[in-house]
């Protein structure tokens, strides 16, 4: 049994321009990546784009994930399909999944991304995760 938990918050993310191949800019923090947790999770993410802010198309290899929306509006493309995103919407992105998300509201758009290992890593060329 483990006596310790992790505690993190989304003070002073990390700016990030030109997230999977676009161009502008984000933020982004780690809240916790493994080793911390126990079980197949890789890590837990807090991101955010600007007004007009894109996280580009791009898929993983080895991973899926979890987008939370916290707040604001976007678009999440899932394998060549634009669906609507808003605050309280949970998405999967399995892995060999293509996916990206654009901030389509007036407010920054935030959500939480929580990355978990796949149990049949995808073998067809190179992926992000």
């Known amino acids: ?13 990390s700016t990030v321009y030109g997230v999977h191949g676009t161009v502008g ?6 809240l916790s990546r493994t080793p911390g ?5 890789e890590a837990v993410e807090w991101a955010s784009l600007p007004p007009g802010g894109v996280s580009g198309e791009h898929q993983h290899s080895r991973t ?17 399909r634009i669906h609507p995103a808003g605050p309280g919407d949970v ?18 758009l935030d959500w939480l991304v929580i990355e978990l290992t ?8 190179a992926g992000c995760g």
């Open 1 to 13: 049994m483990h006596n310790a938990i992790t505690v993190a918050d989304v003070h002073d993310p």
């Open 25 to 30: 800019q984000s933020w982004w923090k780690c």
């Open 37 to 41: 947790p126990v079980g197949p999770w």
């Open 64 to 80: 899926e994930e979890i987008y939370i929306v916290l707040c604001g509006h976007g678009e999440i493309a899932l394998n060549g």
């Open 91 to 108: 998405i999967l992105t399995r892995v060999g999944d293509r996916h990206g998300l654009t901030n389509t509201g007036d407010e920054q």
């Open 118 to 125: 796949a149990r049949q890593p995808l073998h067809q060329g």
